[in-house]
């Protein structure tokens, strides 16, 4: 009968701990606003922070790993919509090493457009902010930097810009 009473106990305590672990909730849902990341730039010795965003533009973060090849695809039609773009900050991050960012950023031109800030989290902050599960991560701000919504995964460029008229 012990052990009987023992099992069940056991498996309450067990069941109350993995329904807590569904109810942790992202950062970003708690703080709605642009977060309070710190992005290496190219120049490898200054930082973009959320003072440097532009305050009359909206915004699109978009996490990305260089080797992503969903990544990879998001970025050739930004860029090949780049037009649609332009009143539109858009801010690229990647926590992966300075050189393959580098290299992603030189393979797709990034440097070309003004609207376009690529940084390294080097404090793997926006990982956890948006307890992030699939690359690219989208992220849409308004004007005001509050959250609009976010999106795991590649979006459509189309889609991008419906997001922006929430």
């Known amino acids: 009968m012990r052990k009987i009473v023992l099992s069940v106990l056991s498996l309450f305590f067990i069941s109350t701990a993995?329904?807590?672990?569904?109810?942790?909730?992202?950062?970003?849902?708690?703080?709605?606003?642009?977060?309070?990341?710190?992005?290496?730039?190219?120049?490898?010795?200054t930082y973009?922070?959320?003072?440097?965003?532009?305050k009359k533009k909206p915004v699109m973060l978009m996490l990305f790993n260089p080797g992503c090849s969903h990544c990879q695809?998001?970025?050739?039609?930004?860029?090949?919509?780049?037009?649609?773009?332009?009143?539109?900050?858009?801010?690229m991050a990647t926590?992966?090493?300075?050189?393959?960012?580098?290299?992603?950023?030189?393979?797709?031109e990034l440097d070309k457009y003004p609207n376009i800030i690529v940084g390294q989290d080097i404090h793997y902050f926006l990982i956890?902010?948006?307890m992030i599960h699939n690359l690219p991560f989208l992220a849409f701000y308004n004007k005001k930097k509050e959250l609009i919504s976010?999106?795991?995964?590649?979006?459509?460029?189309?889609?991008?810009?419906?997001?922006?008229k929430k």
């Not at 993995?18 to 010795?45: E, G, H, I, R």
């Not at 695809?73 to 801010?91: A, G, P, V, W």
């Open 150 to 164: 976010v999106f795991e995964g590649g979006l459509p460029m189309d889609r991008v810009l419906e997001e922006f």
């Open 18 to 45: 993995f329904a807590q672990a569904d109810t942790v909730q992202a950062p970003y849902k708690k703080f709605p606003s642009f977060p309070p990341a710190k992005l290496l730039l190219p120049d490898s010795a």
């Open 95 to 108: 926590s992966m090493p300075f050189d393959s960012m580098m290299s992603f950023r030189k393979k797709y």
């Open 48 to 54: 973009f922070t959320k003072a440097d965003l532009d």
């Open 128 to 130: 956890s902010f948006y």
């Open 73 to 91: 695809h998001e970025t050739e039609e930004l860029t090949k919509k780049m037009d649609d773009f332009k009143n539109i900050q858009i801010i």
